[in-house]
């Protein structure tokens, strides 16, 4: 059995990943077995040496579900004063937050 240049040549290339993201346009990567992170590489990298089993999907990242802060919409006049802190502190605190009056005291726990 004999090793020819070409099937040798081949072999490496076939240990390197290609990625195609679109971030604001194609752009291309490159992963070979060695390599812990993707790099850059160009399209004419890709299209040269790329096939469809060693082409991996790209799949973007959904940021993580953040807390998001409510706005109550504050009264135009002067009312209870404590009935307006806790509208104040309501718009401060994340909406997954309660914020509720007991006893003439705001109380803002975790729900």
């Keep these: 059995m004999s ?3 070409l099937d040798i040549l081949y072999e490496e290339k076939e240990k390197c990943q290609y990625q195609i993201r679109n971030i604001g346009g194609d ?3 490159k992963k070979c077995s060695k390599d812990k992170k993707w790099s850059f590489t ?3 990298d890709f ?3 790329s096939k469809k089993s060693n ?3 790209w799949e973007e990242k959904k ?3 953040q ?3 409510r706005q109550l919409e504050v009264p135009q006049k002067k009312g209870d004063k404590l009935e307006d802190l806790k509208i104040y502190y309501t718009n401060l605190s994340p909406n997954d937050y309660e914020v509720k009056i007991e006893n003439k005291k705001i109380i803002i726990l975790p729900t």
Excluded: G, H, R, S
Aim: glycine share 0%; hydrophobic share 35%; aromatic share 10%.
């Design 3 to 5: 090793l020819k240049l």
């Design 47 to 49: 299209l040269k040496n």
């Design 55 to 57: 082409i991996v999907k």
């Design 67 to 69: 807390p998001k802060v």
């Design 42 to 44: 160009d399209e004419v």
């Design 27 to 29: 752009t291309y990567y």
């Design 63 to 65: 940021p993580k579900n």
